[in-house]
């Protein structure tokens, strides 16, 4: 079966699984069905699993009129984000925040990593590798001797960093 991590990262240096949550539908397919029923406008046979409506889930991380908390957690869902050690109790205030408005019935993570947080483990960032069927977004590439090359940090950022920067890019306050 497939599962969630919880990754520990100190940033430029090296990460370490921390924390595996079993079947990986409890992580983003959560917020990823959330978004699509609150935020995005379905067209008959869509599937948000599919590349063009998955495309335009993740730019709805830019619009100020979805509450900023629910922007948080969708970045955090997607690849090479993390959230730094200062703001840990922020993140699980927004996973909390986000999950109030979820209709999710099925298996469910966010309560488990929001918890994780509260807890304030010991690493300057955390990050999610939301399902191991994937390869892990906090590894270098594969090559043909199936060994990864190291992993290039200036592809991961940071979650509120990221919202931070869009706010000041368009010179309003979310």
């Given at each position: 079966?497939?599962?969630?991590t ?5 940033p ?8 595996e ?7 983003a ?9 609150l ?29 900023e908390?629910?922007r ?12 730094s050690?200062l ?5 699980a205030?927004?996973?909390?925040t ?5 209709a999710?019935?099925g ?15 010991d ?14 977004p ?5 090559n ?5 090359s ?16 869009l ?5 309003a306050?979310?």
């Amino acid at each position: 079966m497939s599962c969630t991590t919880i990754v520990a990262l100190w940033p430029g240096e090296k990460t370490d699984h921390v924390l595996e949550l079993r079947n990986s539908w409890g992580s983003a397919p959560v917020v990823w069905d959330s978004f699509y029923k609150l935020y995005m406008q379905p067209v008959p046979y869509d599937n948000y699993l599919l590349p063009d409506p998955m495309r335009r889930l993740y730019q709805l991380w830019k619009r100020p009129d979805i509450p900023e908390a629910a922007r948080a957690v969708l970045l955090l869902c997607a690849d090479r984000l993390y959230v730094s050690k200062l703001h840990y109790r922020r993140m699980a205030d927004d996973i909390e925040t986000f999950l109030k408005t979820s209709a999710w019935t099925g298996v469910n993570h966010w309560p488990a990593i929001a918890q994780f947080l509260r807890d304030d483990p010991d690493y300057p960032a955390i990050g999610l590798w939301c399902t191991s069927v994937s390869d892990d977004p906090f590894e270098g590439e594969w090559n043909e001797e199936k060994q990864a090359s190291p992993f290039d940090w200036s592809t991961a950022f940071e979650v509120y960093s990221e919202l931070e920067s869009l706010k000041a890019e368009s010179g309003a306050t979310l």
